[in-house]
């Protein structure tokens, strides 16, 4: 677990029984982990958008590109963010994007195989977007 605010020490000599004063995120060291996977890939995808595009059967390299920025913009927002659930979810909501896309891809395209590859793999990293969006929006509601 990650420490999201300092522990302030308690006036006199007592333990104090009010609430807490150290938060934990369930799922942060997953967020974190996500977060410098989304910058990798949007990398490789803003670095080599014709390599991938080809790879993963989508045809066009430009779109691509686009979505690498989009991923490297959520890899820096989970990792600047204290609180990165939204970023999470972004990521996510980008991932409906790629799926519809690789979804397109893999009835259009001609290389089927590395869409529909691509497709699993992708449905693969949405299924563990969504759980840490997840756990880090049960955390936060049990903070309010």
Same mark, same amino acid.
């Given at each position: 677990?990650v420490?999201?605010s300092?522990? =302030?020490?308690?006036?006199g000599?007592?333990?104090?029984?009010s609430?807490? &004063?150290?938060? +934990?995120?369930?799922?942060?060291?997953?967020?974190?982990a996500?977060g410098?996977?989304?910058i990798? *890939?949007?990398l490789?995808e803003?670095?080599?958008?014709? &390599?991938? $595009? %080809? $790879?993963?059967?989508?045809?066009?390299?430009t *779109?691509?590109g686009? +979505?690498?920025?989009r991923e490297?913009? @959520?890899?820096i927002?989970?990792l600047?963010?204290s609180q990165p =659930?939204? /970023?999470? /979810?972004a %990521?996510?909501?980008?991932?409906? *994007?790629?799926i519809?896309t690789l979804?397109?891809?893999s009835?259009t395209?001609?290389?089927?195989?590395?869409?529909?590859?691509?497709?699993?793999?992708v449905?693969g990293?949405?299924?563990?977007d969504?759980? @840490?969006?997840? %756990?880090?929006s049960a955390?936060?509601? *049990?903070?309010?």
């Amino acid at each position: 677990m990650v420490r999201i605010s300092a522990p =302030t020490e308690t006036a006199g000599k007592a333990p104090s029984h009010s609430r807490p &004063d150290v938060r +934990y995120l369930p799922g942060i060291k997953v967020a974190r982990a996500l977060g410098w996977f989304s910058i990798g *890939l949007g990398l490789a995808e803003l670095l080599k958008p014709r &390599d991938l $595009a %080809r $790879a993963t059967g989508v045809d066009d390299a430009t *779109l691509v590109g686009i +979505y690498g920025i989009r991923e490297i913009v @959520c890899g820096i927002g989970i990792l600047r963010s204290s609180q990165p =659930t939204g /970023w999470l /979810w972004a %990521r996510t909501a980008g991932d409906v *994007l790629d799926i519809a896309t690789l979804a397109s891809a893999s009835s259009t395209s001609r290389n089927r195989g590395g869409a529909m590859a691509s497709l699993a793999a992708v449905a693969g990293v949405t299924a563990v977007d969504v759980m @840490c969006a997840m %756990r880090l929006s049960a955390a936060a509601a *049990l903070e309010d």
